[in-house]
């Protein structure tokens, strides 16, 4: 993990505008189902997706960039109402750049979280970022943030919910308006 102290990253949090998150091994236990025909099955977090309706009523949009491409993907975007989902984009930093242009913003006001090498690039260019506790240390090293919560079971929830908190935001206020 980077070495930046509680003041700092308080800091960084405060300049976030966008939420960026890797699928799979991250928003998912990083394990995938295939059945017969092709068919893939992916376990979703309810708490992961509330952060997204958290995140949306404070006015910070959410946005997937994943290596792979998939139905159940596509499937979770569209359930949690995200326009701003990419799959299979060989390198995430031209989503990650579409991004930036489409809302405006520099990428010290982006947070993402991933898990792998292929979101290291991601995690070196944003304000804020994130990664979970299975994460090689090789890509923990360039993280903000390690999570206590496991992927796929609240790290996206816990990750968005201290940025919210660094923001001055309520997430119970945001929730029961």
């Known amino acids: 993990?980077?070495?930046?102290?509680?003041?700092?990253?308080?800091?960084?949090?405060?300049?976030?505008?966008?939420?960026?998150?890797?699928v799979d091994g991250v928003l998912t236990d990083n394990t995938v189902y295939m059945g017969r025909n092709g068919a893939e099955y992916k376990?979703?977090?309810?708490?992961?997706?509330?952060?997204?309706?958290?995140?949306?009523?404070a006015g910070i949009p959410t946005a997937f960039i994943s290596g792979r491409k998939s139905a159940a993907t596509t499937s979770r975007a569209r359930e949690l109402g995200i326009t701003d989902s990419y799959q299979y984009v060989g390198t995430k930093k031209k989503p990650f750049d579409k991004l930036l242009k489409k809302y405006k913003l520099k990428p010290e006001q982006a947070a993402f979280m991933g898990d792998d090498i292929i979101d290291v690039v991601l995690m070196k260019?944003?304000?804020?970022?994130?990664?979970?506790?299975?994460?090689?240390?090789?890509?923990?090293?360039?993280?903000?943030?390690?999570?206590?919560?496991?992927?796929?079971?609240?790290?996206?929830?816990?990750?968005?919910?201290?940025?919210?908190?660094?923001?001055?935001?309520?997430?119970l206020e945001l929730t029961f308006k």
Request: include cysteine; aromatic fraction near 10%.
């Open 43 to 57: 376990r979703f977090c309810i708490a992961d997706g509330m952060a997204v309706y958290i995140a949306r009523r």
């Open 1 to 22: 993990m980077k070495k930046i102290s509680q003041n700092s990253l308080k800091a960084k949090m405060k300049k976030i505008e966008l939420f960026v998150f890797d």
């Open 125 to 171: 260019l944003s304000g804020v970022s994130a990664t979970v506790p299975h994460a090689p240390d090789y890509v923990k090293k360039f993280a903000d943030v390690v999570t206590k919560k496991q992927a796929g079971l609240g790290a996206a929830r816990e990750f968005v919910d201290m940025v919210l908190k660094a923001k001055g935001f309520d997430p």
